[in-house]
């Protein structure tokens, strides 16, 4: 799929993103919508959709007549990873600098982080898949989604616990 050069007002996007999540709820699929538009970024390129897997083809399918389809991003949680929706979702809100801050932080204290969620670098175990177990075991404040786009490292700094 070509990528969408063109941004539209946030404003805009609330109307598209309402009209999915009463195509979605109708279906009884459960959906998370993140990226740019959970940060209420003022301009938004795509709308970042969270489905599991089993869901996948039929949310494509049910969303592929749908006027602004070409702006969706559909992202599958696989079935056997359901228990880190909130990391997967912590992965699609991004920003994407937030998230290698976060990631080096991660790797400082001997973790790794991805949209799977916190594991030790030592075992390899899981140790946290919820967005709040992980920003307190890296020593992180919770961050408001708006700040997290692409600011200064600097200001993120203020959130970590001294």
Known sequence: ????????????????VEQIKKILEKEKIKFGI????????DTIGDIDILVNERDYEKTKNILRNFPFYERLEIYYLPEEYM???????????????????LRGIAKRKNFLLNQYGLFSRDTGELIATKEKEIFEILGIRFIPYEKRKEIYKKEWKDFLIK
């Open 1 to 16: 799929m070509a990528k969408i050069k063109e941004r539209i007002p946030f404003l805009e996007s609330q109307k598209i």
């Open 34 to 41: 993140y990226g740019s538009y959970i940060r209420k970024e």
């Open 83 to 101: 228990d880190s929706w909130e990391s997967f979702a912590l992965y699609l809100i991004g920003s994407g600098k937030f998230n290698v801050w």
